[in-house]
């Protein structure tokens, strides 16, 4: 190895080692703007001009999609991913293999993934509807049962 590719090499590790540590940053800062900013998500009716839906959309459109674009898509299937879902309240059980993306619906709160369950790549889970300019949300799955598996919208039967 010639001076020059130790060189490349040891950029190339110092750059991996920065965005590791920016990653965690980000994902620790995502998590706790929604512990301390947002706080729980409820289940029930949200009407648009509330206080609960200015936090909730600040959290869903701005930081939540930020950080899964930088840096959470790259930990999807891991333990890791598993871990910042329950870090920000969601129940998830032993044996989660979870695929999906957290793009704008990060209901975390009222997300259950029992034990075994799957969540297959790309899926979106969310948690809210809109009806008459208010927002419902609901729990979202309780399932334990080995091998349950969410798909994405468009793969469902009809």
């Not at 040891?10 to 706790?32: D, E, M, Q, S």
């Not at 939540?64 to 309240?89: A, D, E, I, M, Y």
């Not at 993306?101 to 075994?116: K, N, Q, S």
Request: include cysteine.
């Amino acid at each position: 190895m010639s001076l020059a590719d130790v060189h490349h090499f040891t950029i190339a590790l110092v750059l991996v080692g920065a965005y590791i540590v920016v990653a965690f940053g980000a994902v620790w800062a995502a998590t706790a703007f929604k512990r301390l900013a947002v706080g729980p998500i409820a289940s029930g009716k949200h009407p648009f001009g509330s206080v609960y839906m200015l936090k909730w959309t600040s959290l869903n459109f701005s930081v939540v999609p930020l950080v899964h674009r930088l840096f959470t898509r790259h930990l999807r299937g891991s333990p890791f991913f598993n871990s910042f879902l329950r870090l920000n309240g969601a129940r998830v059980g032993r044996h989660v293999l979870h695929l999906g993306v957290l793009e704008a619906a990060a209901d975390f709160d009222v997300l259950t993934l029992g034990d075994g369950c799957v969540v297959e790549l790309d899926a979106r889970l969310q948690a809210h509807e809109v009806r008459q300019r208010t927002a419902h949300t609901h729990s979202l799955l309780r399932s334990n049962s080995v091998g349950a598996a969410l798909i994405p919208r468009d793969k469902r039967l009809r």
